[in-house]
């Protein structure tokens, strides 16, 4: 499985920025996507934005038009630039790796851990 280290999270007010940053361990120039995942205190974990090797984009609602993800190759590296942070974004981000019938390829990290207040 592919490893996956997140960094990049803090402490930041409401529409603060930050960016976070995942390093993959093995190349990621022929993965079909990668993808930046949130869990909330007492929710799912859910996808935020995913990017495929060609560049296509996706967002989940609540980051669209806030956050942007790209990519990498040269550096196995996946970030997620966010934007105008809420309250609610405040969870610990993941990232991970999807292949083409849209299954996790890798194991889960640690994680990095944002927070929005004021």
């Known amino acids: 499985q592919v490893q996956l280290v997140e960094s990049g999270g803090g402490l930041v007010q409401p529409g603060g920025s930050l960016r976070l940053s995942c390093t993959a361990s093995?190349?990621?120039?022929?993965?079909?996507?990668m993808g930046w995942y949130r869990r909330a205190p007492g929710s799912l974990r859910e996808l935020v934005a995913a990017?495929?090797?060609?560049?296509?984009?996706n967002y989940a609602d609540s980051a669209q038009g806030r956050f942007t993800i790209s990519r990498d190759d040269a550096k196995n590296s996946v970030y997620l630039q966010m934007n105008s942070l809420k309250l609610e974004d405040t969870a610990v981000y993941y990232c991970n790796a999807i292949d083409s019938d849209l299954r996790l390829m890798g194991s889960w990290g640690q994680g990095t851990q944002v927070t929005v207040s004021s």
């Open positions: 093995e190349s990621i120039r022929s993965i079909y996507a």
């Open positions: 990017i495929t090797s060609d560049g296509r984009l």
